[in-house]
Structures are given as structure tokens and as C-alpha cells.
């Protein structure tokens, strides 16, 4: 199977769309989100043997957590995002690691130089996300491993559904927001069928679902943790009119109640976690 890989990448709304998000929540991501996608790093990291003499790679590094896990086992790492402000930050944080600006699409490196590729939470974000698939497969070298993670459907990640179901609660289910060019990608048959429809064939790729549960304080916190860290969500709350979001709170801890474990909300997120192998 012939992969074509670009070496730029196409000008698109929805693309323009997440690096400004990303751009804006660059400052505040390490101390709000990024406690949520760190619970499913280890096990994406495991899934492609990162440790001492792996060659690897992270995609949509973002704040540069996962890029020093990965250091910290023994890895070789090279990290990139698109965000400027994102690449700054990791820098910041990890400066002992090389971050640079790169587009999961057009990625700076050689075929065959890695014998891992990371994506974490990046995958459902990019506009054209099989090309970018095909990216990490052409730096992968015989033998090596990509692994990606994606939020699972919003009824199964119910850290996102009370926040979801709060929003619709309150009478604004349907924020004027950009739809991605690939449409969702939160099931295991679509995350299957972009990694083989990227080259990832033989071994047969593999996908799960992980579950974490989240220790929320209040419905505000978590409310902060979205606008403040993500970009789709934060658009959603942000667009809530005044009047409707000064209701939100009340709204989303009806939808959290159910979680209460003593003094805190013990909320469910749930990822898919999908690895392919470069024969």
C-alpha cells in the first residue's frame, strides 16, 4: 500500500480553529487539564515499550509531561507541537529536552528514524488525521510502534457528559463551533480503521478502552479544569451567554451527584487507547 505523505500542510478552518485554542490554553494547561490526560499516560507509553535504547517520538506534545515520563524511563525523546506557545511552555518546564514547532502532519525527521511514536490525546484534534497517522508511520522504523489516545464517546466518558448534559440542562446544547474535516474519532472501529488505513495493516493494529476516575472537589473546579485546559469544551462553556453560565455550576453538580464519594466526586473518564506496528 502506497502512503502519501505531505511534506506542508493544508490551510483549514478547523486547524486555524485548535491552535488558537491551544495557543490561549498553553499558559494554563500543566495546571488544569493536563492532570487528566496524564492518568492515561503510562499506560500509553507501555504500549510502545518506551525505556532505556527506544528512539521515540511525542506528537502534540503539549506542556511536555508525557515527552519527560518517557525521558525519565530510559527513552530517547524528540517532542513537537504545533503551538508556539505550547512549545515554549514544555521547554520551560523540561529544558533538558528538545521541543520544537512541527505539525503532526510534516513532521521534521527522516523515514525511519524512531522505533516509537506517541500521540497523546492528539489524534481527534488534527484536522486531517490520517495523514498525520501516515506521518508517524514514515519516521517509525520496521518493527516500531505507534500508539495514540482519544477520548471514548461522551456516555462513556462521563467527565465529559455531566458537563455535556449541564450545557443542554440550561437550554445551549448547540454552540456555534467548527466540525472537523474527519468527523469524530472516539470509537475503537475508527481508530482501527485509521491506523490500517494509514499503513498500520500487518500485525493487525489493536484498540481498548481505559477508564480513570477524576477526584473533583466541586462542579466549579471541574468547570475551570475544562475552560481553562481543553479547547473544544472550553468553546462550548465559553459561548454559554451570561445568564446561562451563571447557571452552570448548579447544572453540572445535579449531573456530578451521583459521583459523590464522601467530600469529593469520583468522576469517570474514559479513553481509547489504539497501537499499530510498522511491518
Not at 455535556?164 to 480503521?193: K, M, Q, Y
Not at 475551570?224 to 479547547?231: A, R, S
Request: proline share 7%; charged share 20%; net charge negative.
Amino acid at each position: 500500500m502506497e502512503i502519501i505523505v505531505p511534506t506542508t500542510v493544508e490551510d483549514h478552518p478547523y486547524r486555524e480553529f485548535e491552535r488558537v485554542g491551544w495557543e490561549r490554553a498553553a499558559s494554563s494547561y500543566a495546571a488544569s487539564f493536563e492532570a487528566i490526560t496524564n492518568l492515561f499516560a503510562k499506560q500509553l507509553l507501555a504500549a510502545v515499550g518506551a525505556g532505556p535504547r527506544i528512539k521515540l517520538l511525542d506528537v502534540a506534545c503539549g506542556s511536555g509531561y508525557m515527552a519527560a515520563m518517557a525521558a525519565d524511563s530510559g527513552a530517547q525523546v524528540e517532542a513537537v507541537d504545533f503551538s508556539p506557545n505550547m512549545v515554549e511552555v514544555a521547554t520551560r518546564r523540561y529544558p533538558r529536552l528538545p521541543f520544537r514547532m512541527a505539525d503532526a502532519e510534516a513532521l521534521p525527521f527522516a523515514d525511519n528514524t524512531f522505533d516509537a511514536v506517541v500521540i497523546g490525546f492528539g489524534v481527534h484534534h488534527f484536522p486531517f488525521p490520517l495523514r498525520a497517522l501516515a506521518a508517524a508511520r514514515r519516521v517509525l522504523r520496521i518493527g516500531g510502534r505507534v500508539a495514540f489516545t482519544v477520548w471514548a464517546p461522551v456516555e462513556e466518558h462521563l467527565f465529559q457528559k455531566v458537563v455535556v448534559d449541564a450545557v443542554r440542562e440550561i437550554g445551549n446544547p448547540t454552540a456555534s463551533l467548527p466540525t472537523a474535516p474527519a468527523g469524530a474519532i472516539c470509537e475503537i472501529e475508527t481508530c482501527l480503521g485509521l491506523l490500517r488505513d494509514s499503513g498500520f495493516v500487518l500485525p493487525p493494529p489493536r484498540a481498548e478502552t481505559l477508564t480513570a476516575f477524576v477526584p473533583i472537589e466541586s462542579a466549579l473546579q471541574l468547570i475551570q479544569l475544562l475552560t481553562d485546559g481543553t479547547v473544544r469544551m472550553s468553546s462550548l462553556i465559553r459561548s454559554l451567554p451570561q445568564e446561562k453560565r451563571a447557571l452552570l455550576p448548579m447544572a453540572v453538580e445535579r449531573e456530578m451527584e451521583r459521583f459523590r464519594q464522601g467530600d469529593v466526586f469520583k468522576v469517570p473518564a474514559a479513553a481509547i487507547l489504539a497501537v499499530g506496528v510498522k511491518a
